[in-house]
């Protein structure tokens, strides 16, 4: 399943991996935690648990995995690529065609989150 928004703010690929970052985590969102650094990753809380966390600069911003996560939970945030290259696009997949309502609707939160502190902090 894929899950979208787009927020309304210029900005550049480099901002973005300057800006986020696991430590600065609980400046974006409420749900998700920096607990301790893991090899190349990080161990985090979030809304589902304690994940080991991969976070990866990629091209037009940044992309973090919840690596143990059953459902492959991932997403990015990135600008200067469709479907708005102009505005920062949050991007979250899972490795589910059906899940239940419930859990559909906590992802839909999760990324509000993101948006609401992406907005505040750029």
Known sequence: MEFFRIIDKQTTEEFIQEKINPKD???FTESMFFLE???NNFKGATLWGEFEISFDKINGGIRFTLLNCPNALSWTITTGFPPERTKIIIHCTINRTQKPTEFIEEIDEFL???V????RNF
Do not use: P
């Not at 609401?116 to 907005?119: D, N, P, R, S, V």
């Open 112 to 114: 509000d989150e993101w």
């Open 25 to 27: 985590l609980e400046k």
């Open 37 to 39: 650094k893991s090899n």
């Open 116 to 119: 609401a502190g992406i907005e």
